[in-house]
């Protein structure tokens, strides 16, 4: 007897069945388990999976003896596509009295139990048991082997799906990895590359062939002779795979036939079952390295350019002032005074730039010397003292009189001053008040920004600006080092700068060893720090 099957909504039905790939290692084991399981549940007897295709035109079968054909499926008429259809077992107690049986793939003997597989509302298939002896299944059966098939269901359409989600998953990686303008390699433990995606190899001139199998040196160029900056300390990968700490981000100079490239690279190691890995990932700086070239170079020029009228302009000053010229009266002094102050604002942000310059192109270089701290505070507030009469603020010097000498640069530590200073005249209202302190610092470690905990203890110095100014939002006071940023504010804040003052005063800090961190609340006003390493006492 066939059943009326209304076409249309069983081919929407059969359309959400998911395509079960027997190649699959994980369904080929599941099938497996559903197998074995009915058989120790029903033995003796021959069990059959039966999964439709979404196009319903072919079923997939793995029986007992653990065997997966693909057949032709006669839908609607077939005995599995009643069953599917009827969502209802069905139970034959003797072959030779129903043909029927003998319409499942698979099928052998005289009694024969079958139920469909129900997932989520869809049917993928049915299960079957059958065997030799005629008339052996009854109620319980049936209910005992509906059971089983849904948890069978549920089991089959995860482990697919989880399949197709991971095949999907390495499709998109793939593209990804193919795709990509930041080059992707895998090293293994010989530090030979695995693979490598095109703009990878495109970065080293050589196409993926190549480079797999190649050693790490053979590929950066590192020989004998010439070592590129990855392998100054002892090959970065090699630390990688060896001792299992990634490298977030470090610049390698290579050459690749013949012309200077310069490579952001960060290298993450990976555990493996059979081995560790890494992880590589290169971008190619080269034309942002060429371009802050460039940008230094020429700012380097127009800063040169520049300082030669404004030194003639200084020396005038400073003969006007001298009365080289003749005796001035009181006010032509307060002008020609002005005059300086303006002209030497100014030189400070030629030096600023010039260093911004220097700094780009790699030729920041520090003239250390014993100093004393407390002549290089005095000579940076005296700059600024017309400045802050002029804004109504008051200059206080908090100086320890026990401050040890330092071997620094006084040229760079008093344009650290100066930029901290004339931040916090910028920011702070007629009538408020700048602080500047010096003092040995109370640290709890006393160690230096590049020193390790084993090594020696350096004593710290402690230098403090503190305003009663505007303050600088949380939000904003990881950025404010950052060169031409400037945060936004609605208070006293004047105007001018360029946002380089505090950029400037980190890097001479930090290539001094030093540390500067910055506590504000807004309205209130900001303190910025800087601890310097005590060299010598």
Do not use: W
């Amino acid at each position: 007897m066939t059943l009326p099957v209304t076409s249309s909504h069983d081919h929407e039905f059969f359309q959400n069945v998911p395509s079960f790939d027997v190649s699959v290692p994980d369904v080929v084991s599941a099938l497996r388990k559903v197998v074995q399981n009915v058989n120790a549940l029903f033995s003796p007897a021959h069990c059959i999976v039966a999964l439709v295709h979404p196009s319903h035109t072919t079923l997939l079968t793995y029986t007992s003896d653990h065997t997966a054909i693909q057949h032709p499926f006669n839908y609607p008429d077939s005995l599995p596509a009643q069953v599917m259809l009827q969502r209802q077992p069905m139970a034959i107690a003797d072959a030779e009295q129903d043909s029927r049986a003998h319409e499942l793939p698979g099928f052998f003997g005289r009694s024969l139990l079958i139920v469909p597989l129900i997932y989520d509302d869809i049917c993928i298939g049915t299960l079957a048991i059958a065997r030799a002896e005629p008339g052996t299944f009854d109620e319980q059966a049936v209910r005992i082997l509906s059971a089983f098939a849904d948890q069978a269901a549920l089991s089959l359409v995860s482990i697919q799906q989880a399949s197709t989600n991971q095949r999907i998953a390495g499709q998109l990686e793939r593209t990804i990895l193919q795709a990509s303008s930041d080059g992707i390699a895998i090293l293994g433990k010989q530090r030979r590359f695995i693979e490598a995606n095109p703009a990878f190899s495109r970065m080293f001139a050589l196409d993926a062939a190549q480079l797999v199998e190649r050693q790490c040196a053979e590929v950066f160029g590192c020989t004998a002779e010439v070592k590129p900056a990855c392998c100054l300390k002892g090959c970065m990968i090699e630390h990688a795979l060896h001792h299992e700490q990634s490298l977030d981000y470090a610049e390698v100079d290579i050459t690749v036939q013949g012309s200077s490239r310069l490579l952001g690279l960060s290298v993450t190691p990976v555990a493996l079952q059979d081995a560790p890995v890494c992880l590589v990932i290169a971008r190619d700086m080269t034309a942002v390295r060429d371009a802050t070239r460039s940008r230094a170079k020429f700012l380097s020029m127009i800063t040169h350019e520049l300082r030669s009228p404004l030194n003639a302009i200084n020396g005038y000053l400073e003969l006007l002032l001298a009365e080289a010229g003749g005796e001035l009266t009181s006010e032509q002094r307060e002008f020609a005074q002005r005059a300086r102050a303006g002209s030497e604002n100014l030189y400070a942000l030629l030096e600023d730039l010039l260093l911004i310059s220097r700094a780009d192109a790699g030729q920041m270089r520090l003239n250390r010397e014993l100093i004393h701290l407390s002549e290089v505070i005095e000579n940076a507030v005296e700059e600024l003292e017309l400045t802050a009469l002029d804004n109504g603020i008051q200059i206080h010097l908090n100086i320890s009189p026990q401050l040890p000498r330092l071997y620094a640069d006084a040229v760079r530590l008093q344009q650290v001053l100066r930029n901290l200073i004339n931040n916090a005249l910028h920011f702070t209202p007629e009538g408020g008040e700048v602080v500047v302190s010096a003092a040995l610092a109370e640290v709890e470690n006393g160690l230096s920004a590049s020193q390790q905990p084993d090594d020696e203890p350096h004593p710290m110095l402690q230098l403090q600006v503190q305003d009663t100014g505007c303050g600088i939002a949380p939000e904003f006071q990881q950025r404010i080092f950052e060169r031409f940023f400037q945060a936004p504010n609605e208070g006293i804040g004047r105007a001018g700068g360029q946002g380089l003052g505090l950029a400037i005063v980190k890097m001479i800090v930090e290539l001094h060893d030093g540390t500067v961190t910055v506590a504000s609340t807004p309205g209130q006003g900001s303190t910025f720090t800087c601890l310097l390493p005590c060299l010598l006492n």
